[in-house]
């Protein structure tokens, strides 16, 4: 019925909420800008995504895989730096 509509609704606006600040927070912009804008979930194409800082460059599939391995390496190392500074 109505309550249970009306719970579920507040269960997403909470998520919508944890969402849009997470976005902001990981793409360092203002949680004005995500509301207003990419949080709201239109496309746009890969240029204009980098000028309203959704993405950080534009690249190949191949870019993003080379990438991420390269984030993988240095969380690595930085998790073995971390453990031979504790010993």
């Keep these: 019925g109505d309550e249970a509509r009306g719970a579920m609704q ?3 606006d909470r998520y919508y909420q944890d969402f849009l600040r997470d976005v902001a ?3 360092g912009v203002p949680l004005a800008a ?3 804008g990419f949080g709201e979930g239109r496309m746009v194409g890969a240029k204009a995504a980098v000028a309203e800082r959704m993405a950080d460059s534009v690249g190949t599939l191949d870019d993003a895989i080379r990438r991420a391995a390269q ?3 240095e969380r690595r190392q930085q998790a ?3 453990k ?3 010993i």
């Design 10 to 12: 507040g269960d997403v």
């Design 25 to 27: 927070r990981g793409r």
């Design 34 to 36: 995500v509301h207003g």
């Design 71 to 73: 984030l993988g390496r």
């Design 80 to 82: 073995q730096a971390a």
């Design 84 to 86: 031979l500074l504790a």
